[in-house]
């Protein structure tokens, strides 16, 4: 009997479309769950996930209380029908996932960067000392979730079932999007992301869970419960994609912590008043050497290094 069921999903016709809407709308408390059932329906793939027994014994109590009454012989039929077809898809369900969804992780060291395809096609750029994890659950799972600590450039890919995308933080930032491009740095318990193109959604830890919907060209920054937002030039901030520096009025302070973020090297000033300069131009970040007398040269001040050590001085 699931046939019915799984044709009205997979191959609709008029006459069962029309039975199944006007179901919903007449008993609008079951929508959630004929809807979680089309979706299960449409993704099952046998994927690597153990069902818990609490959610086993809730699938089953939600199938079972579908009400059926003031209905016709035929609507009676068509229910049935479905209800059958949800029992079996459950037990299917149940039967296959097995065994837990295993944790992908990629991380990258000090000065290296390393391009990622994720399991529904989307790309990861991942910066260097970061660290990209996900479940590998997606075929049957309602969301996409990775998680970011450092930095990364995704390029997601828009799914026909609108399955959202989600980057989580450890800070409690969320960013969700359908289809898009966009960069997110997380460190140090602050958080910045810079949208390309498309269109996300940034969910924040705040204490009315404040959310924001992101034009492309928006960078929002969050730290300490504080939240920043602003427009700047996109290409500028994901020019690292492209083992190239944009500096627009940045100042020494802000590559003294790119220096320790991306490549380990704790950096000495020689006078304090340093820190506050700020430069603009290009620069290549290909060997970690190069880029320091590159930022030396830029600021007009001589560098010295011993290991992971550098003093810069005038």
Do not use: C
């Not at 969700?176 to 992301?193: A, I, S």
């Amino acid at each position: 009997m699931d046939a019915y069921f799984q044709d009205w999903v997979k191959n609709p016709t008029p006459d069962s479309d029309a039975f199944w809407r006007a179901w919903m709308a007449a008993h609008p408390q079951k929508v959630a769950e004929i809807e979680e059932a089309r979706y299960i329906l449409k993704q099952l793939t046998f994927p690597k996930h153990r069902l818990s027994e609490a959610e086993v014994a809730g699938l089953w109590t939600r199938i079972r209380t579908v009400p059926v009454h003031h209905t016709t012989r035929a609507t009676q039929r068509f229910l049935r029908w479905g209800v059958a077809a949800a029992v079996i898809l459950v037990g299917a369900v149940v039967y296959a996932l097995t065994s837990p969804a295993e944790l992908v992780t990629y991380e990258t060291a000090f000065g290296q960067t390393r391009s990622i395809t994720l399991p529904d096609g989307s790309s990861v750029t991942l910066n260097a000392n970061s660290k990209l994890s996900y479940r590998d659950n997606w075929g049957n799972a309602p969301i996409r979730e990775v998680r970011l600590y450092g930095e990364a450039y995704f390029s997601v890919t828009h799914k026909e079932d609108d399955q959202p995308f989600v980057v989580r933080t450890d800070d409690g930032v969320a960013v969700e999007v359908l289809g898009t491009t966009f960069d997110v740095y997380h460190r140090t318990q602050e958080t910045k992301v810079l949208l390309s193109s498309g269109k996300i959604r940034l969910s924040l830890p705040s204490a009315n869970n404040e959310k924001i919907i992101m034009q492309p060209g928006e960078l929002v920054e969050y730290r300490s419960n504080q939240v920043s937002r602003k427009n700047v030039n996109a290409q500028n901030y994901v020019a690292w994609t492209e083992s190239r520096l944009v500096l627009d009025h940045t100042s020494l302070r802000e590559m003294v912590k790119m220096l320790y973020d991306n490549y380990g090297l704790l950096v000495e000033v020689s006078s304090p008043e340093l820190l506050d300069q700020t430069v603009s131009g290009s620069m290549p970040t290909a060997g970690e050497d190069e880029l320091i007398l590159q930022i030396a040269k830029a600021f007009q001040l001589k560098a010295e290094r011993s290991g992971s050590k550098v003093i810069l001085h005038e």
